[in-house]
């Protein structure tokens, strides 16, 4: 079955590539020259090269630069034109009278906004990888059509966030979908977006709305995995449903369920998105989360200061690596376990 | 009706219901109601006037409330059926409301006012789609110029990832070259590094190459992607050598190897980061909001937000907008929707 | 013309040296067989022939002109891999074409040479489908003719039949050789099958841990095993190889004395430093004979009888292992005893480093 898609495909790819063949031709000739040049190996430096200038330009010499940002002042955009402070910058970032509490901070915002973002993280990730974990084992059931209730889940994974921001806006704004809901029950309609906690709540039920279903389908393609006959050996010995998942499905889901973790978090450390659509950061602060902080300072506010947002990109990044660093580790111990299967 | 349920509620081996099967359709049809039923309702929206917009509560059909041009009056004065004490209805239009009365006449004859409790009466509507959400933001606004922004943006970058990650996929899986382990390296490394991460020097990068407010400077960083490079070079790994070595001793030229053999050979994984691509880039936000600050070459994400922004009480173009948007995306979900999720499942990329 | 001239060709991976020192000429028109157990650089020495390797030390020629540096594409040979190698987006027609149209050939001339080779290998039928649509068989003639419209200088063969069933390996062996006499083309053959190298070689080349053990006739091979490991890996049954004390015989004779204890003379004189070596006999040079009318007796441990013949599989005394072809159906029974007779007209002797030793 495979084989006949992949011959589909493989056809059809031929049939998409024909009419534009004549590149093939136009640029063989120059390129034949050059081989004779290089050798065959070396045309392997003609290959990479389109790639790697792209990626040396757009995120490996940005990516130098911005530590040398984060160590300079003033509002000019370019490195050139900018005073070195040294370690001001981190300076301004980390002087807190108690990192507790941001309004001791000389830079409150960016307090506000790593409390709000790790508040943020540890409840949205927890939605997440429950919802995730219960809607894939109800997927993993003998469903009639399920890749249509597969399709269900995850459809909201393809919307783009401003379409995410927007619909949800409607549906929480005063005279919305859902306050008609609480007004029906006999409920008093809240304004969802503008009481703090409310907001905050909305943003994590979004992003969880939004993002689930692939990580559903992460641990859905796990639970397929496993053994149908551990199941039937269990269900020979009469073990309850309860034991089954605790005792076979979850130890054996468990490199996948890392998997997914460490992908939320790195998500939701980043998130901006939707959330900037839906609430903007508000109301006040209170949806203000690490990469808006950065937009804002670097970008969109009137006392710009790039080297400052520079620095809290830096700080971000550094979590991001530590994360992305247990990520490769955990798929890389689950390629040798897989190997040693 | 009872067929389909039977159909669809039938159970393995048929015995009783299990409190898992329970729980199974609570989670199903609930997940059906939470995940379709936002954007229905933002779609079914999107086609009522601002008046039955701001209804509360609101109507699930798009209603227009009818109106009549009466003798005697300029502006159109709205109908309403009104129930007689005798239990009849007729329709009247409403002059002005006081309090609990409104002052009503006859649209037959309009010269003697009717005075009628408001209990009494109830707006005298009719279903229709209030098409000029979709149609004004095309006239009177730059909607048109958003979405053709894009789409270039979507196809331009598309094609370009494509061409770019497959060569680089090629020079990493079929050639054997000092570095190769390094260049791999470094776009592991680089999977650590999101956009969010060098957001200020890549402006000054793309300021400093007068890409900025220019759809490239939303193009070019972001085709070099990682997980484009990683996926296809692991489907060419599994395509043999020997193919290659056929090829060279039939006189092709690498580039022959590369455009004749290899990409017909990869279609699929190239089907796959197409996809990918076109969603990732229709989708975009932060980095067209940094790079793209006039309108005229703004995307439709960033020009949908900053309608949104401005355009704050006029909810039925920003709705109508909002759809438009999500056309594309919903096409390619209906259509390709089974290739996308075995294509994530396989790879785990988004 | 088509000659192959290798010298002191090697190649090695890092300071992994897979080939040492190969010296060898491949005559114009001769078909020409590596054989050797796997791993042992026939392959790899196929590459270095075909252009898609380079050697890291000697030179190659081709018709007196060196190609040590000169691409695969340039080199005028035609190879048919082990897996065929067909591209599987194109039909047959557009297989065989590929090469051609690369070449900058006129259509009408690819179309007959396609037309030729079609005609003769008989995949007319086909020529519209693709790879995909073919069984075995047809798609290894679909890989022999994407090599013969080449028209090259040589065929390169890399193992070709191992894909193939037992059955269809045979025929098409047949129709290989039939295609060589056919074209008189040079052919390079690599395989690990001696069955295959005997049958289709004008001369085969043995290969062992990078270097060439033995180059010859598959008659010579046979009959002159120029050490241990050729003598070993020709001919099937496996010759029977052991330790024998020589010493000298009679006038112009010399004894051979087995486990200590039998022992019989031979013609000519063998020259052995400390009177160790190893005899070598081919299963098909011993029969069976009554009780003390053999050279040495053995106890029979299976019989497998083949109708046509029967191998019986004994055990001397001394504990060896002992094999005989006895021709016909031969009423032997395992846990008999019996006497093993030697022809010694058809012995090998190969002294303590291997090396054959010329009995004089």
Redesign the interface.
């Given at each position: 079955m495979g084989d006949v898609r992949n011959g589909i495909a493989t056809r059809a790819g031929a049939m998409i590539l024909a009419p534009v063949g004549w590149l093939a031709n136009v640029f063989d000739a120059p390129l034949r020259m050059l081989q004779r040049r290089t050798g065959s190996n070396g045309m392997a430096v003609f290959f990479l090269a389109p790639n790697m200038l792209v990626f040396g330009i757009f995120v490996l010499f940005p990516l130098v630069i911005n530590i040398l940002y984060s160590m300079t002042g003033g509002g000019a955009l370019f490195l050139g034109d900018r005073t070195f402070v040294g370690a001001d910058q981190y300076g301004r970032l980390f002087s807190c009278g108690s990192y507790l509490d941001p309004k001791s901070c000389t830079e409150d915002l960016f307090w506000i906004a790593v409390w709000n973002t790790l508040a943020f993280v540890v409840l949205q990730v927890a939605m997440m990888v429950a919802v995730a974990l219960v809607t894939a084992l109800v997927l993993n059931r003998e469903l009639r059509a399920r890749s249509f209730w597969r399709a269900v889940f995850f459809f909201p994974v393809l919307l783009s966030p401003v379409v995410v921001g927007l619909i949800w806006r409607w549906i929480l704004q005063r005279q919305g979908l859902l306050n008609l809901m609480v007004f029906e029950a006999g409920g008093t309609p809240v304004n969802w977006l503008v009481e703090r906690n409310w907001a905050f709540t909305a943003t994590i039920m979004v992003s969880v709305w939004a993002h689930v279903g692939f990580y559903a389908l992460i641990l859905l393609a796990g639970l397929q995995a496993i053994p149908k006959d551990l199941y039937e050996a269990a269900e020979m010995d009469g073990t309850r449903p309860l034991r089954v998942f605790w005792r076979i499905t979850l130890p054996l889901l468990a490199p996948n369920l890392l998997v997914v973790l460490v992908l939320t978090l790195i998500r939701a450390v980043q998130i901006f998105d939707e959330v900037y659509v839906l609430t903007g950061g508000g109301p006040g602060t209170s949806t203000l989360f690490l990469t808006q902080y950065i937009y804002e300072v670097g970008f969109a506010s009137m006392l710009r200061n790039p080297g400052l947002a520079s620095a809290a990109s830096i700080l971000m990044g550094a979590v991001l690596v530590v994360l992305t660093l247990i990520q490769l580790g955990i798929a890389r111990r689950n390629e040798q376990r897989g190997k040693m299967r | 009706m009872s067929r389909v349920a039977e159909f669809l509620f039938r159970r393995r081996g048929g015995a009783g219901w299990h409190w898992t099967d329970v729980f199974t359709w609570f989670w199903l049809i609930g997940g059906l109601i939470v995940m379709f039923g936002p954007a229905l309702w933002l779609v079914n929206s999107s086609f009522k006037t601002p008046a039955a917009l701001a209804e509360f509560p609101p109507t699930v059909l798009p209603y227009v409330t009818a109106e009549a041009i009466v003798e005697g009056y300029e502006e159109p004065l709205q109908l309403f059926e009104v129930r007689n004490d005798d239990g009849s209805v007729r329709v009247l239009a409403e002059v002005r409301r006081l309090g609990t009365v409104a002052q009503m006449v006859d649209p037959a004859n309009p010269g003697e006012i009717i005075r009628v409790n408001i209990q009494n009466r109830t707006p005298k509507r009719s279903i229709a789609f209030a098409l000029d959400n979709y149609v004004q933001p095309f006239l009177a606004f730059d909607f048109f110029l958003y979405l053709r922004n894009s789409v270039f943006v979507t196809v331009v970058a598309t094609l370009i990832t494509l061409l770019t990650n497959s060569m680089a996929a090629f020079a990493l899986s079929k050639y054997n070259f000092r570095g190769r382990s390094a260049v791999m390296m470094l776009i592991v490394a680089t999977l650590m590094v999101p956009l969010s991460v060098i957001l200020v020097p890549l402006y000054s990068v793309i300021s400093a190459m007068g890409l900025f407010n220019s759809l490239w400077g939303v193009i070019l960083p972001t085709v070099a992607t990682p997980t484009g490079v990683f996926m296809l070079r692991q489907y060419m790994l599994t395509i043999p050598d020997e193919l290659i070595e056929a090829a060279r001793m039939d006189k092709a030229s690498e580039w022959q190897i590369y455009w004749r053999i290899i990409l017909p050979l990869t279609a699929p994984a190239l089907a796959v980061l197409a996809i990918f691509s076109v969603v990732w880039r229709w989708n975009d936000f932060l980095w067209p909001l940094i790079v793209l600050s006039r309108k005229e070459v703004y995307t439709l994400q960033v020009g949908l937000n900053t309608y949104a922004g401005e355009l704050n009480v006029q909810w039925h173009y920003i709705l109508a907008m909002t759809v438009v948007t999500m056309i594309p995306v919903v096409l390619v979900f209906i259509f390709l929707q089974r290739f996308i999720t075995t294509g994530i499942a396989g790879s785990g990329l988004k | 013309m088509s000659q192959i001239t290798l010298t002191d060709v090697s190649r090695a991976f890092g300071k992994i040296g897979v080939l040492h020192d190969i010296n060898l000429d491949i005559l114009d028109g001769e078909l020409i067989v590596f054989v050797g157990p796997s791993g042992c650089g026939k392959s790899t020495l196929l590459?270095l022939i075909?252009?898609?390797d380079r050697p890291t030390g000697g030179a190659i020629a081709i018709d007196g002109k060196d190609v040590t540096t000169v691409?695969?594409?340039?080199r005028g040979?035609?190879?048919v891999?082990?897996?065929y190698?067909?591209?599987?987006?194109?039909s047959v027609r557009q297989n065989l074409a590929?090469?051609l149209e690369?070449?900058r050939m006129a259509r009408a001339e690819i179309d007959a040479r396609i037309a030729e080779a079609a005609r003769m290998l008989e995949i007319a039928p086909y020529l519209d489908r693709?790879p995909?649509q073919l069984s075995g068989g047809q798609r290894q003639r679909v890989a022999i003719g994407?090599a013969i419209v080449?028209n090259p200088t040589a065929f390169l063969l890399d193992e070709p039949l191992s894909n193939l069933d037992a059955e269809l390996r045979i025929s098409t062996r047949a129709e290989l050789a039939a295609l060589h006499e056919r074209l008189s083309a040079t052919m390079v053959y690599v395989t690990h099958d001696q069955i295959e190298a005997m049958t289709l070689a004008d001369r085969i080349v043995v290969l062992r841990a990078g270097r060439i053990e033995q180059i010859g006739t598959p008659l010579e091979l046979y009959n002159h095993p120029a050490n241990l490991f050729v003598a070993g890996f020709i001919g099937a049954p496996r010759m029977n190889l052991l330790p024998v004390k020589v010493a000298a015989g009679g006038t112009g004779r010399s004894s051979l004395t087995l486990d200590g204890s039998a022992g019989f003379e031979i013609d000519g004189i063998v020259s052995a430093t400390n009177g160790d070596v190893t005899l070598g006999l081919r299963p098909h040079h011993i029969s069976l004979a009554d009780a003390g009318k053999g050279d040495i007796a053995a106890r029979v441990a299976l019989v497998e009888a083949l109708g046509s013949e029967t191998i019986v599989h004994t055990r001397t005394s001394g504990g060896q292992t002992m094999l005989a072809v006895v021709a016909g159906q031969y009423p032997v029974a395992s846990g008999d005893t019996v006497d093993l007779k030697f022809d010694t007209s058809h012995l090998h002797l190969f002294d303590d480093t291997g090396v054959r030793i010329a009995v004089s």
């Open positions: - | - | 590459r075909a252009g898609l691409p695969a594409a340039d040979l035609a190879m891999f082990q897996s190698a067909l591209y599987p987006h194109m590929f090469g690369n070449a693709r995909g994407r080449r």
